[in-house]
């Protein structure tokens, strides 16, 4: 099964940078172009560069779930449950669906801001509660998961709340960090692999991870070809698109693999990324709610907290490389305390 792994995940980056050769002309002739921010100086030179550009790895992975349910059926006799794999993988579609919404928005209208931020958070609430409401109804679900290796824990139906929020946490995560070129895809690509790891380990006991590790391995490996065309200087933006897609789908292997905490761990970088976001704004309010000359004060040079590393003199390389650092590191140290 290790084998498989390998040979789909190279069949996914393979696919990935030559379906770019197809996909970005597509997206320049369609006036797919980001409209860039007015506060961000130093990344002028990159309106018009297309966006949308996460149809590169969504589209090759979803060819790859056909082929594996297909291998999945002819090779198990259908022993094997692919209702955890598919829900995963249609969760992280439904939200790669809003965020092409916003993409389309944004292209429609020649503006950064496409669709209102509360409009994309009902959508992705109904998603991840549908995602979690199936799994419960279906018993690929409990209320249980593990807080740290052999210790679980048992929040009862509040679990299900939970489970949802963590959904859109890492929707809104992977997508605040998409900002500069390369980043937020080599860290989801490192979080990726870290859940093949994951449930490669563990599918022994839940026999239904075994597909869900193999699919993981394909859309990994797309990310990594996606990222020929993405890191610096970036020829295509993965867009809302593309990081809605991937949070769906790591929020969606968080709860189907039973160890939301685990992916919490090796997901820093995305976390601490909405976090920064969250405490800026929330710091900015109330101090100028406080101030006499209702004037906020700021907790970073700006938000999310890569820009701030930018507007201190690094470069989008050095950022990427930092963030992809601490990822691995903590991949690391994931596979470490669970040896």
């Given at each position: 099964m290790t084998l498989q792994t390998i040979i789909i995940f190279a069949l996914g980056v393979i696919s990935a940078a030559l379906f770019g050769f197809a996909v970005r002309p597509m997206l320049i002739r369609w006036k797919f172009g980001q409209p860039i921010s007015e506060y961000i100086e130093e990344h002028k030179a990159k309106n018009g560069t297309p966006t949308a550009g996460g149809l590169i790895f969504i589209i090759p992975s979803f060819a790859m779930l056909i082929f594996i349910n297909c291998y999945a059926l002819i090779k198990w006799s259908g022993s094997v449950d692919l209702l955890p794999m598919n829900a995963v993988a249609l969760l992280a579609l439904c939200n790669g669906a809003i965020g092409f919404l916003d993409d389309y928005s944004k292209k429609h209208r020649h503006e950064n801001e496409g669709l209102k931020p509360y409009q994309k958070l009902i959508l992705?609430?109904?998603v991840a509660a549908a995602f979690?409401?199936?799994?419960?109804a279906t018993g690929r679900m409990t209320t249980?998961?593990?807080?740290?290796?052999g210790v679980t824990g048992d929040f009862g139906f509040f679990y299900y709340i939970i489970a949802v929020i963590l959904i859109v946490l890492f929707c809104n995560a992977v997508n605040l960090t998409?900002?500069?070129?390369?980043l937020a895809g080599s860290s989801a690509a490192f979080v990726l692999a870290f859940?093949?790891?994951?449930?490669i380990s563990v599918?022994?006991?839940?026999?239904?991870?075994?597909?869900?590790a193999l699919w993981a391995s394909c859309l990994c490996g797309s990310v990594v070809g996606f990222l020929f065309w993405n890191v610096y200087p970036a020829k295509l933006f993965m867009g809302d698109t593309g990081s809605l897609f991937l949070g769906g789908a790591i929020g969606g292997?968080?709860?189907s693999s039973g160890r939301p905490v685990m992916f919490l761990i090796v997901s820093f970088v995305f976390i601490a990324d909405f976090a920064s976001s969250i405490l800026q704004i929330s710091i900015f309010k109330?101090?100028?709610?406080?101030?006499k000359k209702k004037e906020g004060w700021r907790l970073f040079k700006t938000a999310p907290v890569h820009h701030t590393f930018q507007r201190s003199g690094w470069s989008e390389t050095k950022i990427s490389l930092l963030f992809s650092t601490v990822t691995i590191l903590l991949c690391l140290f994931g596979i470490v305390i669970y040896l």
């Open positions: 992705q609430f109904a979690v409401a199936v799994m419960a249980s998961f593990e807080i740290v290796p998409d900002g500069l070129d390369g859940s093949v790891y994951m449930m599918w022994f006991v839940l026999p239904s991870l075994r597909v869900s292997l968080a709860i109330i101090t100028k709610h406080l101030s």
